[in-house]
């Protein structure tokens, strides 16, 4: 069964930082393009961030320096490291796997990221 599931979420302060895990089972996570997505309330979706197979990434402009996306292969795992957070950056952050020759796409569940004094 394929799944996503991130973890690392929660409450923080301006200034503040979490690392998002996004733990993929199912298949093999070296072969995907992998990313995260954010949803804040009363907004549309947008992509933060991913990272392709060969380890090239992209960052939207608003996180360019705060946020910084891996994977670990072995461990079937992508990783957001997100510093310095901003109220604005709240949302859900949703991870994805991409494969770009079968257009297929998995999505995990969310986390819940907020940012606030």
């Known amino acids: 069964q394929v799944q996503l599931v991130e973890s690392g979420g929660g409450l923080v302060q301006p200034g503040g930082s979490l690392r998002l895990s996004c733990v993929a089972s199912?298949?093999?996570?070296?072969?995907?393009?992998i990313g995260w997505f954010r949803q804040a309330p009363g907004k549309d979706r947008e992509a933060v961030s991913c990272?392709?197979?060969?380890?090239?990434?992209y960052y939207i402009d608003s996180v360019k320096g705060r946020f910084t996306i891996t994977r670990d292969n072995a461990e079937n795992t992508a990783y957001l490291q997100m510093n310095n957070l901003k109220p604005e950056d709240t949302a859900v952050y949703y991870c994805y796997a991409a494969d770009e020759y079968s257009g297929n796409i998995y999505w995990g569940r969310g986390a819940q990221v907020t940012v606030s004094s």
């Open positions: 199912g298949f093999r996570m070296a072969y995907w393009n």
């Open positions: 990272v392709g197979t060969s380890d090239g990434v």
